[in-house]
Every structure is written in structure tokens, then in C-alpha cells.
């Protein structure tokens, strides 16, 4: 039988598994408006398609070759993410996927010529393993759409589950051909992935009434018709590229699955290191039931205590978010690690009929120890004059502070001075109120200790993030001893004897600070024997003040204090 030609740039087969829900076919295509190939196929193609939207929806990916394509101009990064996905640059298009699979048939793998009403109709009557539904909603000035996906599982599933939504315009028409190969009207054209073309990960697994809200916004572009804007949405295993679902959005608001259900979405306003012992996180949480919701119950508190209570008032419809900052915990920091727990007790004075998604924790550490200052290491984004940060004593008041920034993806460093001894507070804000942005991935904040201890790094916040650290020596340290280690006469002069019991031989190695964290006197006293040693520690040309001596011997650390009076 004869082969149809297609447009070359330069396989994979899946089973789908069982489930339970009436299927709802996705059908993605690539092609191109100077795709000679794409105009003979397409015709039957959309024509088959839109005899069936009953039973299927698609989405129009345009490449970037063989020739001009505007569509694809407007948006050739999510066009090209979902190529690479598919490896259509190594076949070349027209080319078509059903629920995530190249269509067989008598012409090269992937033709859409190869579908036919019995491949649709199979498909359709294979169950799906959720019920999917999409509201969209534009905003006041027609400028912005909004869309919320509903998945609702109603057989157990498992593997690498995303969520995609694609806007789309369902018909543009070009009164002369945009590109060579003669097309005016094209379908269900993509516009725009939400939030990109990676979609939105869901959790692994899945059990019959489990579900998930994807909501998603795109501030219109390139738009040629506005009432021909939409959206499909579908979930995919991206370990086989099986599509379990697909869905067509529309403008009636969404039935939720429960009437009373609050879901806990994140929680902020918490240091993951603390030396202040106070705890007042602030979460965000969203009305995920049908029933307003005007009260709400939560329970909060360290792991193994008995639980405080809070009780929140207000008004919050279906899907709208409101966020709550807790009263402060005051937590008696015996550490070294901590797990605090947040949960709904009561929604509308009923206990939450979906308790999966109202459950979170938070963990958090002792601080840090950082004598007199610490280094702050900042990599901007596109908006470097949007960062700033301060750093606060235990009263509020602010002892330094930097920024605003004013180049865009640079390296700065800053020293942070921390004042007198005691915890401090630094926060790092956002007046754009997204954190550090980054189209690379990369980039952030990092900060690190006196001693070179990196402890912090960020940079995917909103407004603000912030982490405590302690302007003192290192714990356990006296005036004179710790246990196992001795120093005297101290104070010293030019010299001093250090007394130590070794557990086992290694090789001494002696360390002097200063106050500001740096090293003035590094040395190797050599290998000793298991037991009580003895060495001399040199102070020669020291200036006056104190000092912090470290002996390490392989696992062994000692560290003590040293008044040194030249």
C-alpha cells in the first residue's frame, strides 16, 4: 500500500490499563502551516474530529519547520517542549497521538490519515481512571483567562501522573494562506501550557474518591478571536505517555466531590532554624467544598504534645483562599530537630469530609551559631531591584540591611553584621512577591556562618522568607574547659599548654579564631597516642581579646575558649 510523505526535521507503544469512567479521547497533533503533507491530512483528520466531540477533544501543536508558521512564532517554546517529549523531530509531521500513543495504521506511524471512526470508537469504550472537568473564566477586562482542572479518581492508579492544560483557540481562520502550503483554517490551536509545557505533578498514586485542584492563569496574547478561546486539560503518565483522561473546558462553575473541605496549601511565616522559640506559621488555605465556608477548626503544636486550638471566622467561597497566622507557639528548644503539626479539625463545625489534604508539617532545626557576622551570597533575577533584606534583633530593631539590587542574573556578596550577642532574625523580601525567578533554574541565596558553614539557601518564596541565627560562640563552649580539653595558663601570653584525652591515635590538628571567625593560627602537632596528651599552642604576635580554639583528632572535636593578654 502506498506510504504517505511526510515533513522530516531531520515510537513508542503503550498499554493502557484498566479503569473505571466513561473516556473522554486526547488527540495531540504537530504540524505546520508550510507542511505540504499537513494540508493533504488534515482535512479528513479535523473533519473526523469534529464529528466526534462527543467522544474526543484535541490540541494543535504548530513546529517550527519545514517552513513560516506564526502560530508556532508566538509561542515556539511550549510547541517545542511538547516536540521534544514526543521525539516528533526525529519523524516529522503531520503527526498525531491518541491518549498518548503514535496512531497505527496502513501509512507511517503517527499519519493522522491512520485514524478512522473505529479507532475512535475503541478508544472511547476503554474506562478511564478519572472523571475530569475544567471551568474558564475571564477576568474583568477580558485580558486574563483562569482555569481550574478537577480530577476525581475512581480507580486506583499509579506512576509519574501530571496534569497538563493547554489554552487553545478552536478555530482560527487566515483570509490568505499564513504560511506555503495553502491552509486558511486551522483548529484548536495551542496558545499557551499552564504553567508551562512541563504541566503540574500530581501525587504518584491514587486511590477511588481521591482528587486534585490544578488551577492556572495566562495573561492573553496573540489572541485572533477572543469568544474562540478554550482550554482542554488531560492527565498523563509521563513513564509511558499514557493518557488516563482528557477534558474540554467550559464556562459553568465546577461541582466539587465534598460539600464541607478545607485543603491546608502551604504554610509560611516559619524559620527552618531557631534560637528565638517562637513559632506563628502562617498557612494558606482554600474552600475545596460546595458549602461556603464560615468557620474552621484548626489543631496545632510540636509532635508529642498535646495540641493548641485555633478557630477562624469569615466568609470563603468555593475555591477562594484566605491565608491564617497562628498565635505564637513558644517552643523550648531541647532539639536538635523539631516537627510541628497542622491539621483541620472542623469545617462548618463538621469534621472535614475529606481529611487527606488537611493534614501538613513543618521541620525546623536549632540555629546556627555565627560569631559577629555571617555572609550573605545573592545570585538576582530579572528584577534585582525588587530584592532587599534586613536583619532584626530579638526587640525588631533592624542592626543591617542591603539592597535594592540593580543588575539582573549577578553574583553579589555582602557581610551581614549581627551586632551585639543573641538570635537574630534575617529576612530576604520580594516587592514583586515571587521570591527569585528564574527561567534557568538556577540562582538564589545562600547564606553561611563565620565559621564557613553554609546553613540557608532560597530563593523560591513570595513576599518574603526569613531564618534565624544565633550571634554567639559554639554551643557547649566555657570560659575555660570542655569536657575532655584544658587550656592554660588562660588567659595566655605568648604560649599555652592544651591538655586532651584522646578514645583513640589520630593526628592533632589546632585551630585558633578570632572574634570575626577567621583562622590566625593553624596547626598539625602531629600523631598521638590513645589516652591523656599534652601540646603547646603558640599565641606569639596575637592582639589582645578572646579567642576560640578547636582541636579536632579524627572523630574527636574540642572547642574551648581562650582569653589571650599580650
Known amino acids: 500500500m502506498k506510504k504517505l510523505i511526510l515533513c522530516s526535521f531531520f515510537l513508542a507503544t503503550a498499554v493502557l490499563g484498566f479503569s473505571q469512567s466513561q473516556r473522554f479521547v486526547m488527540f495531540e497533533e504537530f504540524t505546520n502551516a508550510s507542511c505540504g503533507p499537513c494540508a493533504s491530512q488534515n482535512p479528513a483528520f479535523d473533519a473526523l474530529l469534529n464529528s466526534n466531540t462527543s467522544k474526543c477533544t484535541s490540541i494543535k501543536y504548530h513546529a517550527n519547520w519545514p517552513g513560516v508558521d506564526p502560530m508556532n512564532a508566538q509561542n515556539p517554546t511550549d510547541a517545542g517542549a511538547r516536540v521534544t517529549y514526543y521525539q516528533v523531530n526525529l519523524v516529522g509531521v503531520p503527526y498525531a497521538v491518541m491518549d498518548g500513543i503514535p496512531i497505527p495504521g496502513p501509512n507511517y506511524t503517527g499519519a493522522p490519515a491512520n485514524l478512522n471512526q473505529a479507532k475512535i470508537d475503541a478508544e472511547y469504550a476503554i474506562p478511564a481512571t478519572f472523571n475530569l472537568s475544567m471551568y474558564q473564566q475571564l477576568s474583568a477586562g477580558n485580558d486574563s483567562v483562569f482555569i481550574t482542572m478537577l480530577g476525581e479518581c475512581t480507580e486506583a492508579v499509579s506512576g509519574s501522573l501530571v496534569a497538563q492544560i493547554g489554552v487553545i483557540e478552536k478555530h482560527i481562520h487566515f483570509n490568505s494562506p499564513p504560511g506555503t502550503n495553502g491552509e486558511k483554517d486551522f483548529y484548536n490551536v495551542m496558545k499557551k501550557m499552564l504553567p508551562t509545557a512541563s504541566g503540574t505533578i500530581l501525587p504518584s498514586s491514587f486511590q477511588p474518591g481521591d482528587y486534585f485542584i490544578v488551577q492556572g492563569a495566562w495573561k492573553l496574547a496573540n489572541v485572533y478571536t477572543l469568544s474562540e478561546l478554550s482550554a482542554v486539560g488531560f492527565i498523563q503518565n509521563n513513564a509511558n505517555k499514557n493518557i488516563q483522561q482528557g477534558a474540554n473546558s467550559t464556562t459553568t462553575p465546577l461541582t466539587m466531590p465534598y460539600n464541607n473541605d478545607v485543603q491546608l496549601m502551604s504554610v509560611s511565616g516559619y524559620s527552618s532554624t531557631n534560637c528565638s522559640g517562637n513559632v506563628a506559621p502562617v498557612i494558606s488555605i482554600r474552600n475545596n467544598g460546595n458549602n461556603p465556608l464560615t468557620s474552621l477548626t484548626i489543631k496545632y503544636g510540636l509532635d508529642g504534645l498535646p495540641p493548641s486550638t485555633y478557630t477562624w471566622n469569615g466568609i470563603l467561597q468555593t475555591l477562594e483562599k484566605t491565608n ?231 572523630a574527636q572535636v574540642f572547642i574551648c575558649k581562650v582569653s589571650v593578654n599580650n
Open 324 to 554: 491564617i497566622t497562628l498565635p505564637n507557639s513558644t517552643v523550648s528548644l531541647q532539639g536538635p530537630s523539631y516537627t510541628f503539626n497542622i491539621y483541620a479539625d472542623q469545617v462548618n463545625n463538621v469534621t472535614d469530609e475529606y481529611p487527606k489534604n488537611d493534614t501538613t508539617e513543618i521541620t525546623f532545626v536549632n540555629a546556627p551559631y555565627s560569631l559577629n557576622y555571617m555572609m550573605f551570597n545573592l545570585h538576582t533575577d530579572k528584577a534585582p531591584q525588587e530584592t532587599t533584606w534586613d536583619l532584626r534583633d530579638e526587640s525588631g530593631n533592624i542592626i543591617d540591611s542591603g539592597g535594592p539590587y540593580s543588575i539582573q542574573s549577578h553574583s553579589y556578596t555582602d557581610t551581614v553584621h549581627l551586632g551585639a550577642f543573641g538570635c537574630k532574625k534575617f529576612t530576604i523580601y520580594d516587592a514583586g512577591g515571587n521570591g527569585l525567578c528564574y527561567t534557568n533554574g538556577s540562582g538564589g541565596y545562600q547564606l553561611t556562618t563565620s565559621w564557613g558553614s553554609a546553613f540557608k539557601t532560597g530563593g523560591a518564596f513570595g513576599s518574603y522568607e526569613f531564618t534565624e541565627v544565633l550571634n554567639d560562640w559554639p554551643t557547649g563552649v566555657t570560659l575555660v574547659e570542655r569536657t575532655g580539653m584544658k587550656v592554660y595558663p588562660n588567659p595566655c601570653y605568648s604560649e599555652a599548654r592544651v591538655t586532651f584525652h584522646l578514645d583513640n591515635p589520630g593526628n592533632v590538628n589546632l585551630n585558633l579564631y578570632n572574634s570575626t571567625g577567621q583562622i590566625v593560627r593553624s596547626l598539625n602537632k602531629g600523631n598521638f597516642s590513645a589516652g591523656d596528651q599534652e601540646c603547646t599552642m603558640d599565641a606569639h604576635n596575637l592582639v589582645t581579646g578572646i579567642y576560640m580554639l578547636k582541636l579536632q583528632a579524627g
